[in-house]
């Protein structure tokens, strides 16, 4: 969630810092700040709001020095006010903290019954207390340091800089991702390699409990028995295009448009020639009586699509959970069950915290993941890349296509691993599959007619989405994409649900979105729409041409999208869902890419 840098460097700190944390702007944060020492003396700065604020107070008050820290925070303990930013200090201690010290008040109490007085309401300020703590009893550096960090409990990443030391910080990881970066003669320190382009593409994930001693000549690096260990150290390949705009007004705008390239990379990943090629040709669907997928949001509606397919096309049975439910549920998993875990980022703290409950008692882990560096794809026993490439927008939307892309493809490899194919439909559905790309683009067409749909949806305060079959949880996903960055408060439902309840909020000023394809469930579809239209409610009805004759007079609204088979409806209809909410909170004027309260990489629980 916050992003955290570093640099150790022949250069002035602080544009460095201010750089690196703009690449960071996408896991959302609500203030900034960063932190350098120059000729042996600590300073900061701090700032609410965005990054701008942070940089114009460097304009008025300047920070010089060639070591240095920074940090974007999400607000967890204390509110996001100048004094609660971070760096946070203690004495010679500066500190920046990803994550939550769950130990945090007796550590305050011990430290306040040994003297020490607080200045902020944050779980962080603790961890710079207790290391000066412990360098007031006379222990050095590396020695207090590791002390406090030995007592943290949470999860954490995080930074000190110290007083009267240019060459010299020290970092930790538990729980929340941290990566080094070798230069010449020069150390970086970041949440993710995309904040330490363009200084290098040379990284070295933190594992684990590591914590490392970093200077510019040298970098130790010790796990969490204390033992030296070597982590190596790898070349990422950042196509910097992918974290600018490219033109579009909003990063959100911009993956929006690119679906069609990206899936069509991901099919190009998977497919060849006339099958499906995993990364681990071993893995056999035959094996398995059970699929556990866990995710947390728009993730975890990927597989509650998914759990159709499997179901439906390879008779396999899935249950799909909550992340955060999960693992507190502790369910028993049986022999034979396939875990599945999916995540853009591959850092969501509940969904790692599932994964590693299921280790020793699934029979395999693989992970669906985008980032293939991430914790969750490390502790996997098979990862399955989406190929989605960067997402700098906080609502998802090339990562949630491509994570549906993928988990069809493992579908159709469960039902020809199960012999629940019959001749020639496998290449049917490949082929249907190659389709896509093309159709999305005609989807992508439409945004000027959604637009203006849009622009009336903007002006309800609330909107429910209605959905059969597969179709449900794209419900669920559209309303989840409105209410994220336009504030406008949505529902999803399947639409049999329509009577049990939600029909109740039905008027003239609550816009209904049905998305419907022509399948085998469309006329009961139909049905639940003439029920809200009978009640004065506004239908804006997605389907295609087929649909859109059958359905008939009534409608306040009608989207045309292609013709697709019903088993790929969900990936196309992902699109006129995403267009609407993008659509609706550019007509609100809200903060499309980073909306308010939200991160992209949920780190915490």
């Known amino acids: 969630m916050c992003g955290i840098v570093g640099v150790l460097g022949d250069h002035e700190a602080a544009p460095l810092l ?55 925070r999400w607000a967890t303990h204390g509110a996001p006010n100048v ?19 769950e130990n945090f008040r007796e550590l305050r109490e011990e430290l306040a019954a040994a003297g020490l007085h607080f200045q902020t309401d944050t779980d962080t300020e603790t961890i710079a207390m207790l290391v000066q703590h412990y360098l007031d009893q006379g222990l050095s550096h590396r020695d207090a340091a590791g002390k406090a960090i030995a007592r943290l409990e949470g999860a954490f990443a ?10 010299l910080m020290i970092v930790a990881r538990k729980g929340s991702p941290l990566a080094l970066g070798h230069g010449e003669g020069e150390v970086f320190v970041g949440s993710d390699a995309i904040a330490l382009a363009p200084m290098t593409n040379r990284i070295t994930y933190l594992e684990e409990g590591d914590w490392a001693y970093l200077t510019r000549g040298s970098i130790e690096i010790r796990n969490q ?24 007004r909003h990063f959100m705008a911009k993956e ?70 999960f693992r507190y549920r502790e369910p028993p998993i049986p022999p034979r069950t396939l875990a599945l875990f999916v995540s853009q980022s591959g850092e969501t703290a509940d969904t790692l915290a599932a994964l590693r409950y299921c280790e020793g008692k699934a029979s395999r882990i693989a992970s669906v993941i985008n980032v293939t560096e991430s914790s969750i794809a490390r502790e996997s026993d098979l990862v399955l890349p989406i190929r989605a490439g960067a997402e700098i927008g906080v609502a998802s939307t090339k990562a949630f296509t491509c994570q549906l892309t993928v988990l069809f493809l493992l579908a159709l490899k469960a039902a020809a691993d199960r012999s629940r194919l019959e001749e020639g439909e496998l290449e049917e559905h490949l082929e249907a599959m190659r389709r896509l790309p093309g159709l999305m683009n005609f989807a992508l067409a439409q945004s000027t007619e959604v637009a203006a749909v849009a622009k009336a949806v903007s002006e309800a305060r609330d909107v429910l989405f209605l959905g059969r079959g597969s179709m449900f949880p794209l419900a669920l996903e559209g309303a989840l994409k409105l209410k994220e960055i336009s504030y406008i408060h949505a529902e999803g439902y399947a639409s049999g649900e329509l009577k049990h309840g939600p029909i109740a909020l039905v008027d003239k000023t ?16 139909v049905s639940n729409m003439q029920e809200v239209m009978a009640r004065g409610g506004k239908v804006l009805l997605i389907t295609d041409p087929e649909g859109a004759r059958a359905a008939g007079e009534g409608c306040w609204k009608t989207l045309i999208m292609p013709e697709v088979p019903g088993a ?24 499309v890419d980073q909306p308010r309260n939200l991160a992209k990489s949920v780190t915490v629980e």
């Not at 609660?84 to 990803?98: E, L, T």
């Not at 995080?158 to 060459?167: E, K, M, N, R, T």
């Not at 998305?515 to 085998?520: E, L, S, V, W």
Request: glycine letters at 10%; a negative charge; aromatic letters at 6%.
């Open 18 to 72: 201010v750089e690196a944390l703009k690449r960071l702007e996408y896991r959302g944060y609500d203030s900034a700040g960063i932190a350098t020492v120059n000729n042996g003396t600590l300073e900061r700065r701090r700032a609410v709001g965005k990054l701008a604020s942070l940089s114009d107070l460097l304009v008025h008050q300047p920070l010089t020095g060639k070591a240095g820290i920074g940090h974007t």
């Open 83 to 101: 004094e609660n930013a971070h760096p946070h200090r203690a004495g010679p201690v500066a500190v920046v903290h990803n994550g939550i010290i």
């Open 158 to 167: 995080l930074a000190l800089l110290f007083d009267g030391q240019d060459d």
């Open 225 to 248: 028995a204390g033992e030296l260990v070597n982590r190596p150290v790898k070349t990422v390949k950042i196509d910097m295009s992918q974290v600018e705009k490219g033109g579009h």
């Open 256 to 325: 929006i448009a690119e679906q069609p390239t990206v899936l069509g990379d991901a099919l190009a990943h998977y497919l060849r020639g006339d099958g499906i090629e995993l990364p681990a040709p071993g893995l056999d669907f035959a094996d398995f009586d059970r699929v556990v997928m866990v995710a947390c949001g728009t993730a975890n509606y990927a597989c509650v699509v998914a759990k159709y397919w499997f179901e439906q096309i390879a008779g396999l049975t899935v249950e799909v959970d909550i992340a955060s439910e």
């Open 510 to 525: 609550v816009p209904v979105i049905v998305m419907a394809p022509t399948d085998g469930l469309f006329d009961k579809t």
């Open 568 to 591: 790929l409806a969900p990936i196309l209809y992902a699109l006129p869902a995403q267009l609407l909410a993008y659509h609706a909170a550019v007509a609100k004027g809200t903060d």
